[in-house]
């Protein structure tokens, strides 16, 4: 589709591989039907940045270093109060004195353990989205090996006065409370991200996954200019769907309502096997 700027509709690449044909409200409330199409790129997405424009290279390798031996110190720490409280609980709670010797040395060899195992084959390598699914399952592994190792050791040793199940319990504790804290900053992150002021306030018709790629590029990316703000799709097994925290609100027969409500200046159709009459 040509781009036509009197119309008000152009073509748009975006985050996610996705070139969308998009048209501002302004153009649809003309005759009342939305005039553009969605179509699939086989190209992957161009960023939108100006070269020259936001943090260089080296300082966003020196920040993705830091940010992600921050995660494993905060593992780590993890690791030392989850085997504590399963001595704990293990005890009724209570920490019997006769433990409190070795209790300790088995939680920092574990928190090591899962600092080398996570530097080597887990999440500590590599700068992952945060609470992405690479993540959590390199991170569910590393803290799996760590737990059979430690409870290897412990039934091998069978060190006096501590508790060998209490690895099982720990590494347990450890992985939920892992996996609870990155998913409590991925939803503070992306709450923040549809708090922020955008170009285009977008409502996205259809809530497939080209609706979800668009979506995550789009909170991701505030330079494509796009904040997503509703969906629409006609299935009714979605009237309750959220994509990032993106609501659906309503079918296509409500859109102007929709827009309304949302303040939206932009339309987007990411039904790429959409009718013609839509």
Known sequence: ?????????????????????????????????????????????????????????????????????????????????????????RYDFDYPFATRGIGPIVAVACAALQLVLGSLIGPYRVGHTRGSYEEAAELARCTLITTILATTAAILLHPNHFPRSSTVTGGAIAIISMLTLRLCVRALRLRRARGRHSEHRVVIFGAGNAARRLVHG????????????????????????????????????????????TDATMLVLAVPTAAPEV
């Open 1 to 89: 589709m040509p781009a036509d700027k009197s119309n008000s509709m152009w073509q748009k690449r975006i985050p996610g591989g996705i070139t969308f044909a998009s048209a501002s409200f302004r153009a649809l409330r003309g005759d009342g039907r939305p005039p553009l199409r969605a179509l699939r790129s086989p190209h992957p997405a161009v960023s939108s940045t100006a070269p020259g424009s936001g943090a260089p290279a080296q300082v966003r390798t020196v920040n993705s270093r830091l940010g992600r031996l921050a995660w494993a110190t905060a593992d780590s720490a993890i690791w030392i109060v989850a085997l504590s409280v399963a001595i704990w609980l």
């Open 218 to 261: 789009a909170l991701r990316e505030p330079e494509a200019g796009l904040l997503p703000v509703a969906l629409l799709d006609d299935d009714p097994a979605k009237a309750r769907l959220r994509i990032e925290g993106v609501p659906v609100r309503g079918t296509s027969a409500e859109l102007a309502k929709v827009a309304e409500a």
